[in-house]
């Protein structure tokens, strides 16, 4: 399993985008596949630099990338703030865009994109998100 140590913060997320793809794109996933990839693990960064940590610079992440035949796991850990997922809520995508807040799509765009999504708060002092992707059989 592959394994490496960011800085939380901003300038990180290529860097951390780059370790993702050459991981993921050992599954054989489509582009599309590969885009939700990318996206939900970038949005889970920065929730871990904003959320849990509440600023840059204030802590690591370390990511754990698994590849199994059809299936792409990453793991998130950081030592920041826990959180309860389930008091986030669904964002109103029904309300014409000017009336929507510019953020709190973190968490559900994750949930949309990747085939689960796991937080995991049971350490003391250590946050895990595990993401699982499955690949979709091609025509």
């Not at 913060?9 to 860097?15: C, F, V």
């Not at 708060?121 to 979709?136: A, C, I, Q, W, Y």
Request: glycine share 6%.
């Amino acid at each position: 399993m592959p394994k490496q140590v960011f800085p939380a913060n901003y300038q990180a997320l290529s860097a951390i985008n780059e370790f993702i793809v050459a991981e993921a794109s050992k599954v054989g996933f489509s582009s599309k596949e590969m885009y939700a990839i990318e996206l939900s693990v970038n949005e889970a960064a920065a929730n871990i630099i904003d959320h849990s940590y509440c600023g840059e610079d204030l802590g690591m992440i370390e990511i754990i990338a698994e590849s199994n035949d059809d299936i792409f796991t990453v793991s998130l850990k950081d030592q920041g703030a826990p959180f309860d997922p389930a008091e986030i809520p669904d964002p109103d995508i029904s309300s014409p865009l000017e009336l929507r807040t510019e953020r709190g799509l973190g968490v559900y765009t994750m949930r949309k994109l990747m085939d689960e999504v796991v937080f995991d708060f049971s350490h003391p002092g250590e946050n895990t998100l595990v993401m699982t992707k499955r690949k979709k059989s091609q025509p």
